[in-house]
């Protein structure tokens, strides 16, 4: 039971372009969300997050929104450079429980020069 | 600062081994959590532990493996009688807090089974 899903395995964008990384979830008890991204062996590298009492959030380049209604939140990269180009991790956590976050399967973007 | 250290980076161990990971969280982080990824898939939640203490332990598989967090030294995850299934790479992440901040992820130790 996947309860975090990121439909998109791969991306391709021009660099100085947008790239939109999309995530949904189910559990409607995750009340965080944040967004990883990873290099090949290397560890995830925390990129932004957004409460769920928001709807948006801004830090440079990436923007994160959050759709509660429809249990979806979005990442855009605004311009996109090659450097971008990783696994983009969307991850989710309830709070109010247990502290674990639940990550979806990752989606590998690659921006082209 | 040193980030969160993990090692080793590789280890190699035949069917029926035990396998030791270790992590180091960062200065001032006294909660660790360790994930796990398959390959092609996202990471998965094992066990997170405070100094001393395992406070959750939901995503850990009932046998076979183990994880501690002493007052002195880095946490553990002990993997006993290791299995080809068990090759994966283990992440270990910290946080100065409840995870409700963003955590801080290790490099990972790739452990291969053969």
């Known amino acids: 039971d996947q309860q975090v899903k990121q439909n998109s395995p791969s991306l391709s964008v021009q660099e100085g372009r947008i790239s939109i990384l999309n995530c949904d979830y189910t559990?409607?008890?995750?009340?965080?969300f944040l967004w990883y991204k990873k290099y090949p062996a290397e560890g995830p590298t925390f990129l932004i997050s957004i409460s769920s009492i928001k709807d948006k959030n801004e830090d440079g380049r990436f923007t994160v929104f959050l759709n509660k209604s429809a249990k979806h939140l979005s990442l855009h990269i605004v311009p996109s450079q090659p450097g971008d180009s990783a696994v983009y991790f969307c991850a989710a956590s309830n709070t109010g429980s247990a502290r674990q976050l639940t990550f979806g399967s990752g989606t590998q973007l690659t921006v082209l020069p | 600062n040193a980030g969160v250290m993990q090692n080793p980076r590789h280890l190699v161990r035949r069917r029926g081994q035990e396998a030791r990971l270790r992590c180091s969280p960062m200065k001032g982080h006294s909660h660790v959590y360790w994930y796990r990824q398959l390959p092609e898939e996202g990471l998965k939640f094992m066990v997170y532990?405070?100094?001393?203490?395992?406070?959750?332990e939901s995503g850990m598989p009932k046998e076979r493996f183990s994880a501690e967090f002493p007052k002195e030294g880095p946490s553990i995850l002990r993997i006993q009688q290791v299995v080809r299934g068990d090759s994966a790479a283990y992440f270990c992440a910290s946080s100065p807090g409840p995870l409700n901040t963003e955590a801080f992820f290790g490099q990972g130790t790739r452990l291969t089974v053969v």
């Open positions: 532990l405070q100094k001393e203490n395992i406070i959750d």
């Open positions: 559990n409607s008890m995750f009340d965080y």
